[in-house]
């Protein structure tokens, strides 16, 4: 006699992935390439590859177009799926980060935001590194429990998703994530960026509001 049973996906962390219009990454990649990029041995020996001297990339007025349809998207993203009811968002901080052949990105996550975002773009191959995401479940160690190969959805301890240029990637801040090793001849570049609500965080008559001064 057949077995009848459901399983339920409890609590599964959405991921927005998106294409950009091409014509809006060619209307910006001119100025996204001329960006000066820090000089930061410390940083990239701790393992974070380089960034730009400029972490306020997207405030700027020549990028308000790119601004303007993340934003779209990020609002989307935080109603639809997070199920956040604040009103506007804004960027806290936007850079751009290169890793260079044999450069890594090591495993973290993005304090004092609520949705972290990334935008590849420029030269790739197939070998060019991917993004990684981590399961925030202590339970689900990969040297805790003998695993087999049945890997899907509900057992997956990390996930990875291809460098494509153009592509957009929402995700809630929490989430751990890194860039493994570049083994390409050229650098590895994306745009990466951090939102929070305007009006600031949680809610006044539950004593937890964090207003935040925006500079925009």
């Not at 804004?90 to 949705?115: A, Y």
């Not at 650098?187 to 951090?194: A, D, E, G, W």
């Amino acid at each position: 006699m057949e077995t009848q049973y459901q399983v339920i996906p409890l609590f599964p962390t959405p991921l927005y992935a998106n294409k950009l219009p091409e014509q809006l990454i060619l209307d910006h990649i001119e100025l996204l390439n001329n960006e000066k990029i820090r000089n930061t041995p410390q940083i990239e020996s701790e393992g974070f590859g380089e960034v730009s001297q400029n972490t306020y990339i997207l405030n700027q007025p020549e990028y308000q177009n790119l601004k303007n349809y993340i934003l779209q998207h990020a609002t989307h993203y935080t109603k639809s799926y997070l199920n956040y009811d604040y009103k506007n968002y804004t960027f806290s901080q936007s850079w751009i980060s290169i890793k260079n052949p044999n450069q890594t990105h090591k495993p973290h996550t993005h304090s004092n935001s609520l949705v972290s975002g990334v935008i590849f773009y420029d030269n790739f191959t197939d070998e060019t590194s991917k993004i990684d995401f981590y399961r925030n479940d202590p339970y689900s160690i990969e040297d805790n429990h003998p695993l087999g190969t049945n890997l899907n959805q509900f057992n997956y301890l990390s996930y990875s998703i291809p460098y494509q240029s153009n592509l957009l990637i929402l995700f809630p801040s929490f989430l751990r994530h890194s860039v493994s090793e570049n083994l390409t001849n050229f650098p590895r570049k994306s745009l990466s960026f951090n939102i929070v609500p305007k009006e600031g965080f949680g809610i006044e008559k539950n004593l937890n509001k964090l207003e935040l001064l925006i500079n925009e």
